[in-house]
């Protein structure tokens, strides 16, 4: 396992020091062929969870850029590969590496992992019930309806992470993580 750590570490680290688009496109058609039989499930899964994140600082930066008259596509495809790169090469290694052993080296990172993961399943399944519930109660969806249950829905969602962080603190305290 400390191999896989190094390995980690490494190539993360070079992914972070490459600033120049034409280096990550190298490193981008290795991952790609490293990942060829998973190809399709973890782009799809990078897209997925990277395109907000980045669709908003782009925004950002065009407009950024704009106000300064400035040319952004050089910085602008570089950031987002770079992104891009970074997060399919830590979708594809633990895709390869059980990540609870991966951190099992620290106490109180097991600690961390234990408790987002039990966070992570939480989350989803009342996110599932809250689906399923919206499924089996809308015939023909009545705009109006939905806006109030998507609202009441990310009202519940702020509710329960703010008081998730207060119990998960506590207790994370009371084992003695941190003072």
């Known amino acids: 396992m400390i191999i896989k750590r190094v390995l980690f570490i490494s190539v993360l680290f070079t992914i972070l020091s490459i600033h120049n688009t034409i280096y990550l496109i190298p490193l981008t058609l290795v991952l790609w062929t490293v990942s060829y039989k998973q190809w399709y499930t973890l782009n799809k899964r990078v897209i997925k969870s ?27 495809i570089y950031i987002n590969l770079k992104v891009y790169t970074m997060t399919l090469f ?14 099992a080296f620290n106490k109180e990172l097991g600690w961390l992992l234990s408790i987002t993961l039990s966070q992570i399943v939480s989350y989803k399944k009342s996110f599932e019930d809250f689906r399923l519930s919206w499924k089996s109660r809308v015939v023909s969806p009545i705009y109006t309806r939905e806006y109030h249950f998507i609202g009441r829905v990310f009202g519940y969602f702020y509710n329960k992470s703010l008081n998730d962080s207060k119990e998960r603190s506590l207790a994370l305290k009371a084992r003695g993580v941190f003072d």
């Open 90 to 103: 830590i979708f594809w290694f633990f895709l390869h590496t059980n990540i609870v052993s991966f951190f």
């Open 50 to 76: 990277f395109l907000l994140f980045n669709l908003t600082i782009s925004v950002g930066w065009i407009i950024y850029a704009m106000i300064l008259d400035r040319s952004f596509w050089d910085y602008l």
